[in-house]
């Protein structure tokens, strides 16, 4: 069946509705803030098509990618050459990667984080990205509100949506209703479907992918354990003046990540 990112021409198009050059902001300014001084180098885990990667390098800054799978590697090293940046895109698994390169940030957003299965894969993680900082430096962890992990209100993200580029429309389901989680693992297996019309040609792929619940006290309990980092900050939003709360408007959970 392979994965959601084997198809990476596919997952580019679909997630291409993001407001990446805002985020970008949102992340220089956080190094600016907690880490008390000028960015002057990045790196994303789960990196994808690489548009904050790009984004970065766009702006004179260091920036490089690492991701898991192949195809996606691949895929993003076209899009930096064809742009002609200065970037980095690595195959790795975020738990493990070792480089001699050190950066003023490390991020990881959208659903990057839920792949790390079991207490053991967020240590080291954590673990991971410390070793590959700066003194001081920050890990930024973008997740799902944890409100919605219990399912008791509307998805404060949606899950169905489509993009447009050129001749191509992709339909995507995110999961929707269509998921089943195992409360002994606090993971869900959720059935994705991208939905692509090129033409008269339609084709639909699914794919299962299995993503973790880390909950807010779970993830206190693992970032304490690990005595790497210190919660700088925890957000509503890519917003320094939106506080993690329950209001609709905080509607993400940004975990601001210091190295200690």
């Known amino acids: 069946m392979g994965r959601v990112y084997s198809l990476p021409e596919i997952y580019d ?23 008390d001084r000028e960015p002057r180098s990045a790196l994303e885990f789960a990196c994808g098509p690489a548009y904050h990667v790009r984004e970065i390098a766009r702006r004179g800054f260091v920036s490089d990618g690492l991701d898991l799978e192949p195809a996606m590697v691949a895929y993003a090293r076209e899009l930096v050459a064809k742009e002609r940046l200065s970037a980095g895109i690595f195959e790795g698994d975020m738990r493990s990667y070792r480089t001699d390169r050190r950066y003023d940030l490390v991020y990881s957003l959208i659903a990057s984080f839920g792949h790390l299965l079991t207490n053991e894969d967020v240590l080291s993680n954590l673990n991971c990205a410390a070793d590959l900082l700066n003194e001081r430096g920050l890990y930024i962890v973008s997740t799902a509100h944890p409100r919605d992990f219990y399912g008791d209100e509307e998805p404060s993200v949606k899950t169905y949506w489509t993009m447009t ?22 993971c869900d297996d959720v059935v994705i479907t991208f939905s692509v019309t090129n033409g008269e040609e339609s084709r639909q792929y699914e794919f299962t992918e299995r993503l973790r ?14 005595g790497r980092f210190e919660i700088a900050d925890l957000l509503g939003d890519f917003d320094l003046k939106m506080p993690l709360s329950n209001d609709r408007e905080s509607y993400r959970m940004v975990a601001v990540l210091r190295k200690q």
């Open 213 to 226: 619940r880390c909950s807010l006290n779970t993830f206190r309990a693992l970032v304490q354990l690990s």
């Open 13 to 35: 198009i679909a997630f291409d509705f993001r407001n990446v050059p805002g985020e970008v902001n949102f992340l220089l300014d956080a190094v600016r803030k907690y880490a």
């Open 165 to 186: 580029r050129g001749d191509t429309t992709v339909v995507t389901d995110w999961g929707g209703s269509n998921q089943q989680f195992d409360p002994l693992t606090e």
